[in-house]
């Protein structure tokens, strides 16, 4: 949450949405600029292939700090912090650098919920009104599907602004009070990206365990992983050892939110980055976009999820499956995961992502997932994750480690 121009910056609306036409192009022709870039960029010879790609990348795009591991067959094979947490007091990025998540969050709600279909305690296409039976009549044909698909119809928690995204209530019961006026579309139609969505789904599993929703979290997923490094909490909170958070968008002349055009898109700054602090939101929208973690815990994490550790592979394979629209086209979500081809090999992908500042993506046919955490807003994380593939798999190639 709280996160800001995403779509016009290569990167989701509002929280990490988009098509994967849109991702696709984005990636494309970000790496064409990134190379464009690296004519101008002091060259690097020396180290590995993916230090170098880093470094560049970062240099090109004015990346404060940045945090990649790399994981192939369930094991991490490398993992590696550059540049600096906070630009004002000099501080390096470390091991133990906490990144704000943003709507990387989602995954772990979405998996949450996978773990009790496979338990047999929820199922993905049964209305959530049948779950959570206050809700109103006019959300009734709303299943878990539609809702970890994107495809719920459901108004939105937060206001119609790609940059300054901003809950619509103060509280969940005033949010609700609102929402229930405003007009739903049909579920199943199309994708449209929203946080309410998840709201109910972290309702659904409290609901359902018995548990607070972040004691479900930690107790079913993060504990049994012996994943310690991951910390609940926004911009108000403290949270130890996080990076300062930064933006490549430009703020109104008054200093109080990101500026937007006479279209309603971001304004890139001419003046280099600003200091971004505005990630604030309420907790009942924390399973949305609440999670903070370093590299090493997501590392754990994406190794233990793609290893079966988890949840079932072929549950896994699910999520990451586009949902199919009534009209018979793809989604542009499988059950929260985004499938779509590389661009540079057409290898089939699966990632995820959260305030334009981190991504992940995965090639399960390669059995490689690279993990991207920056602290810069509109960094266009996804092909950063791309080069990092493409860095890796041509050393790999010079080394012969992979066939």
Not at 83 to 103: C, F, H, I, K, R
Not at 205 to 218: H, M, N, W
Not at 371 to 377: E, G, K, S
Request: proline share 7%; charged share 20%.
């Amino acid at each position: 949450m709280g996160t800001a121009g995403d779509s016009a910056l290569g990167q989701p609306k509002g929280i990490e949405s988009m098509s994967k036409v849109t991702l696709a192009v984005a990636i494309v022709l970000s790496i064409a600029a990134l190379h464009a870039n690296a004519a101008v960029a002091t060259p690097m010879t020396s180290g590995d292939e993916v230090d170098q790609a880093v470094k560049q990348y970062m240099q090109a795009h004015k990346i404060p700090g940045a945090s990649v591991a790399i994981i192939e067959d369930g094991k991490v094979v490398k993992e590696s912090n550059y540049g600096l947490a906070s630009v004002e007091l000099g501080v390096p990025v470390t091991n133990d650098t906490q990144y704000t998540l943003a709507s990387t969050t989602k995954e772990f709600t979405a998996v949450a919920i996978m773990t009790l279909v496979q338990e047999g305690k929820l199922s993905l296409d049964k209305p959530v009104r049948s779950y959570l039976p206050e809700l109103p009549a006019s959300w009734g044909a709303v299943t878990l599907r539609h809702c970890l698909s994107h495809t719920s119809g459901l108004p939105d928690a937060v206001a119609a602004d790609d940059v300054n995204v901003t809950p619509l209530a103060g509280t969940q019961a005033e949010l609700m009070k609102l929402l229930v006026t405003r007009p739903v579309g049909e579920p199943g139609a199309k994708t449209v990206y929203n946080q309410t969505e998840y709201m109910l789904l972290a309702e659904v599993i409290e609901r359902v365990t018995g548990k607070p929703f972040r004691t479900y979290i930690d107790d079913r997923l993060l504990k049994p992983l012996g994943i310690t490094d991951m910390h609940w909490g926004d911009s108000w909170e403290v949270i130890p050892g996080r990076a300062s958070l930064y933006t490549t968008l430009e703020p109104t002349p008054d200093r109080s939110k990101l500026q937007l055009d006479a279209k309603g898109r971001p304004v890139e700054s001419t003046s280099g980055i600003h200091a971004f602090g505005s990630k604030g939101i309420p907790e009942f929208l924390s399973p949305a976009a609440g999670l903070n973690a370093n590299i090493g815990a997501i590392a754990k994490w994406e190794s233990a999820l793609w290893s079966g550790k988890v949840i079932k592979p072929e549950t896994l394979a699910m999520m990451g499956t586009p949902y199919k629209l009534h009209d018979g086209s793809a989604g542009d979500f499988g059950l929260e995961l985004m499938p779509y081809p590389l661009p540079a090999t057409g290898e089939s992908s699966v990632s995820s992502g959260g305030g334009a500042a981190v991504w992940i993506t995965t090639i399960p046919g390669s059995h490689l997932t690279a993990i991207v955490l920056t602290n810069l807003q509109g960094c266009m994380p996804p092909m950063l994750a791309a080069e990092v593939l493409q860095a890796y798999e041509k050393q790999a190639r010079v080394t012969g480690r992979k066939s």
